[in-house]
């Protein structure tokens, strides 16, 4: 799916907003285009009442990114912008994410966290839960390694 360049921007403008750059996890303009235009990824956006869909020119509070094959679907990306946090819209957008994952047909849901992400307990909140780790994925600016959480929700 590619998405049109008013909500790549809306995207971009969040994610930078969203993650904080000590940690490297926010992808830049090419890699969020490349892997839309790969096929197989779809996103969703979410506007500060919780509405979707959000149209063209609407402010964006949220969004996520995922990548499905076969019937396996990874959340890549999920943020919610800073001044839009503490409003209930991250667990509005996690439940459509996995509601409309199930209505597609997928069986098992996966992401992939570094450890200590504050989205931690939302996630867990759905039901995912921890399946791996690996360790020292991540690298902050200042060189410290982070873990990897890899988590699981089964769907059927």
């Not at 994610?15 to 000590?22: I, L, Q, S, T």
């Not at 996520?64 to 959340?75: I, N």
């Not at 450890?115 to 690298?139: M, T």
């Amino acid at each position: 799916m590619i998405a049109p360049e008013d909500d790549i921007d809306r995207i971009m403008a969040v994610m930078e907003a969203a993650f904080p750059p000590e940690f490297g996890e926010a992808w830049n303009r090419r890699q969020l285009i490349d892997a839309m235009i790969v096929g197989n990824c779809r996103y969703g956006l979410i506007g500060p009442e919780g509405d979707e869909p959000v149209r063209e020119g609407d402010e964006v509070a949220g969004f996520f990114l995922a990548r499905s094959v076969l019937d396996e679907e990874e959340l890549l990306l999920f943020a919610i912008h800073p001044s839009f946090r503490r409003r209930g819209l991250g667990g509005i957008l996690l439940r459509r994410f996995i509601e409309t994952a199930r209505n597609r047909g997928m069986h098992r849901l996966f992401l992939e966290m570094r450890r200590g992400n504050p989205a931690a307990g939302l996630y867990a909140a759905h039901g995912f839960r921890p399946v791996g780790i690996r360790p020292g994925y991540y690298r902050t600016t200042d060189g410290v390694r982070l873990d990897a959480i890899s988590q699981e929700l089964v769907l059927v």
